[in-house]
């Protein structure tokens, strides 16, 4: 740890990778970062999730690719357990398919396996504070992942009092746009996008945009253009 952070006020991580020197590497140097204390390593998603049961972590590196319990169902059984143990997904490319499964189970951060120390580190201080954190490079192969997906929902009746315009909206913060980008899209101001942002959160109970893209998924309102 850094000088002057104690290991109170550190932020407690435990690393899930079935490769050893891909787990060893990311607790060293996660362990030479302020603020952050590595208070485990699991080989798998078994012991990810019983090692964030016995050591109470806040946040959990998750490797999608593991045997005997990948990182999608353990994401699932934590989000369900503890739900306090937020997940930052480690991903490769060829994961594109496992990525919407990790988003649906909980998972609140996504990262590339090549992500820099700095990149971790301020992704896991974002997820501890209940934020998302995905890397744009993930996000786009989210979208194209989407892509291949289940087709939008067929019945008119919009779940949890949508209206069209605000499950329109929903969709393009699905498809990875920004406020201003889905305002030059509809050709609204800003201002009403994110009045109509902040109505689909309340509606449907989401707190950020990475929820809000899982519940568009969930409902078949995520379409890609």
Excluded: W
């Excluded at 078994?46 to 990182?71: K, N, S, T």
């Excluded at 739900?83 to 998972?107: E, F, H, W």
């Excluded at 501890?128 to 989407?146: K, T, Y």
């Amino acid at each position: 740890m850094g000088a002057g952070v104690s290991a109170a006020e550190a932020i407690r991580v435990v690393v899930a990778d079935d490769q050893r020197v891909v787990r060893e590497g990311l607790a060293t140097i996660l362990g030479l970062l302020p603020g952050i204390e590595v208070v485990g390593e699991a080989g798998d998603g078994e012991e990810a999730v019983a090692l964030a049961g016995e050591l109470a972590p806040e946040v959990v590196l998750m490797d999608l690719r593991m045997p005997r319990c990948d990182g999608v169902e353990a994401t699932r059984r934590l989000h369900d357990a503890a739900p306090s143990v937020k997940v930052i997904v480690l991903t490769t490319y060829s994961d594109d398919r496992s990525l919407v499964s990790a988003l649906q189970a909980g998972a609140r951060g996504f990262l590339t396996k090549d992500a820099g120390a700095e990149q971790v580190r301020q992704a896991i201080e974002a997820v501890a504070r209940g934020d998302a954190a995905i890397d744009p490079a993930v996000q786009h192969h989210l979208v194209e992942a989407v892509a291949a997906g289940p087709p939008p929902l067929q019945d008119p009746e919009l779940p949890d009092g949508l209206t069209s315009r605000e499950a329109e909206i929903l969709s393009l913060v699905a498809a990875g746009l920004t406020n201003t980008e889905i305002a030059a899209r509809l050709v609204i101001s800003e201002a009403t996008v994110k009045s109509h942002v902040n109505h689909v959160f309340t509606k449907t109970g989401v707190h950020d945009r990475a929820q809000a893209v899982a519940y568009a998924y969930r409902h078949g309102l995520a379409s890609v253009e």
